[in-house]
């Protein structure tokens, strides 16, 4: 029997071994998933929200108690935690009163006897890998569209937020959601590999660029519909007549919310040349007030880091961004000690030429660099190979339309950052990923188009 440890962050001990899946139980939870997901389907669509309905109440319900495990497993700050779960309901009403419309049969030619619909059918059993940094945000993202929309899911969440991953199911299976139809598999890589190879109908995927690719590359020749939604490198840019205090209030937040374990968090700042010293200025004097901590405590803002091995990735952007010219502001070291933990570090004198403007740093890390102008800002914007998130500060909205719609990027902020809407499409550029999931566009993306030609005898 394989087993599956999983530790706090925050500590190193162990909290827990659970048993993991192996080739063989995942082979036969496919099985089971494919038998049971037509009498799914087959159900009133009243029926199946009825079940999602009952999972909101259970996460309203457990909210604290699920907040805490969370933060046991990944290090997030509580507070956050509890966020992450209040802002999941909203999401969930959002599912809930979007899918009919998403999904109703749409009459779209009805002429001398002839008639054209569409119809959406779900794709049938979707294998949902997940990553570990919102776990209930990513994992829900997939699950609830899927159910609602008649899918069968087997749910591989992150090794790093197994115990929520776990927590989702419960609570779906409670609701009235069978067993086979919502599967929650334990384990690592190995297992999400082992997912791959089952026929399913479709793979959605939220993780690193390194992974995802790994992931096409295995689906390569099965022609599934793939979905993955991968990493950024997410720019802001401060005009020169936005105001530096608030601008870096909100971007300071932007960048160290989560401990930057966001997709979406602001991983490099440009600055008009204007503004950019008393921008600085306000933006290390608010992460010098971010206060790092035991992340079960309530004024705990930068919880510990919830992958040891990104401790080095950290260390060695900092060291790399040194060794090139660039100031630290605040922070840059790892703690020694129990635990994953890296201080909230800010670099100026920082450019295109280091990693920490390049690669993702996914850490309470963020470099700062000076602009003369919009073209430049627009240029260094562009200058990589991701494009998930980008944003602008200016009070003048014009001006901002003009710069971000010359950046590459799915979702685009003016005067805000590091934001999710259950509204609008999420979905990167590039090396961020393709496909998309939330909107009415990640309800449909659960579902097969059918092309009905309907001639009256
Ligand atoms: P990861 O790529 O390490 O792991 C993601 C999932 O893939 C895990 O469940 C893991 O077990 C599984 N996996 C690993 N190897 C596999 C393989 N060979 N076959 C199948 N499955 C495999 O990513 P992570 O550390 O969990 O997440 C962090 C990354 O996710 C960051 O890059 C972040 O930007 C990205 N992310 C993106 C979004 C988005 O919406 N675009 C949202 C959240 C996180």
Redesign the pocket.
């Known amino acids: 029997m394989s087993t599956l440890s999983i530790y706090n962050p925050a500590t190193g001990h162990r909290i827990v071994e659970l048993q993991a899946d192996d080739p063989a139980s995942v082979a036969a939870r496919t099985q089971a998933a494919r038998a049971a997901q037509p009498a799914w389907a087959a159900r009133p669509l009243a029926e199946r929200k009825r079940c999602i309905e009952g999972f909101r109440a259970g996460v309203v319900r457990d909210l604290e108690r699920l907040a805490q495990v969370m933060t046991r497993e990944t290090g997030k700050p509580i507070r956050m935690s509890r966020n992450e779960l209040n802002g999941l309901l909203p999401r969930i009403d959002f599912f809930l009163a979007q899918t009919e419309p998403a999904i109703a049969a749409e009459t779209v030619f009805d002429e001398g006897g002839m008639r054209e619909q569409i119809q959406h059918e779900p794709l049938g059993l979707v294998a949902n890998?997940?990553?570990?940094?919102?776990p209930w945000f990513?994992g829900c993202n997939v699950i609830l569209p899927a159910l609602l929309t008649g899918n069968a899911v087997l749910y591989?969440?992150?090794?790093?937020s197994t115990m929520t991953g776990q927590e989702i199911a419960r609570l779906l299976h409670e609701a009235g959601v069978p067993q086979e139809v919502m599967a929650c598999l334990v384990g690592?890589?190995e297992v999400?590999?082992a997912?791959?190879a089952q026929p399913v109908d479709g793979v959605f995927?939220?993780?690193?660029?390194?992974?995802?690719r790994?992931?096409a590359e295995?689906m390569g020749s099965r022609l599934v519909k793939l979905q993955l939604?991968?990493?950024?490198k997410d720019p802001t840019y401060v005009c020169d007549d936005a105001d530096a205090q608030t601008a870096a209030e909100s971007l300071a937040d932007g960048a160290m919310y989560n401990t930057g374990q966001s997709?979406c968090s602001v991983e490099r700042i440009y600055v008009h040349e204007k503004i950019h010293d008393a921008f600085v200025e306000h933006f290390v004097r608010t992460v010098r007030g971010f206060r790092l901590g035991d992340p079960a405590s309530e004024d705990t803002y930068i919880g510990a880091i919830t992958?040891a091995p990104q401790l080095d990735v950290l260390e060695s952007q900092v060291e790399d961004a040194l060794a090139k010219g660039a100031t630290l502001q605040a922070g840059g070291e790892r703690r020694i000690g129990e635990g994953n933990w890296f201080d909230a570090t800010v670099l100026t004198h920082v450019d295109h030429t280091m990693d920490i403007m390049r690669e993702?740093s996914?850490g309470p890390v963020i470099g700062i660099q000076k602009v003369a102008g919009d073209a430049e800002a627009v240029r260094l914007m562009n200058d990589t190979r991701y494009g998930?998130t980008a944003g602008v500060y200016t009070p003048d909205e014009e001006r901002a339309r003009r710069i971000l719609a010359q950046v590459h990027a799915g979702s685009v902020y003016w005067n805000c950052c590091d934001r999710v809407s259950p509204r609008l499409p999420?979905s990167?550029v590039g090396d961020?990923?393709v496909g998309l999931t939330l909107s009415k566009y990640g309800i449909q993306t659960f579902t097969r188009t059918k092309a009905w030609h309907l001639r009256q005898a």
């Open positions: 890998i997940s990553a570990w940094n919102y990513v591989k969440p992150s090794e790093y690592g890589g999400g590999a997912l791959l995927f939220t993780g690193s660029h390194a992974t995802g790994r992931i295995a939604e991968l990493g950024g997709c992958r993702e996914f998930l999420w990167g961020s990923g």
